[in-house]
C-alpha cells in the first residue's frame, strides 16, 4: 500500500484549471489522519491501495490527493 510519509510535498492538479495545483507538506501522521506543515487535520481514506485525503473538503471538484503524486 502506498502511504503518506511525514516532511514529504504531495501535490495534485485542479479539475477545472490545469496549471491550477494543490499541495500540502505533511508535518505528522498517525494511523487515520495527517497534519500539514499549515496546521490543517486531514483524515485518510483508502481507494485501491492508496491513501488519500480532501483538503479543501468533498465536493464534486473537489482536488484529491493521494499518496502516490509526490513533489520530487
Known sequence: M???Q???TYYARSVCDH???FE???AKRTAKTIATSEGKRLGITIYNGVERVFPEG???MAPIITAEKEVV
Open 2 to 4: 502506498k502511504n503518506f
Open 6 to 8: 511525514e516532511n514529504k
Open 19 to 21: 496549471e491550477c495545483i
Open 24 to 26: 500540502i507538506t505533511v
Open 58 to 60: 468533498k465536493y464534486s
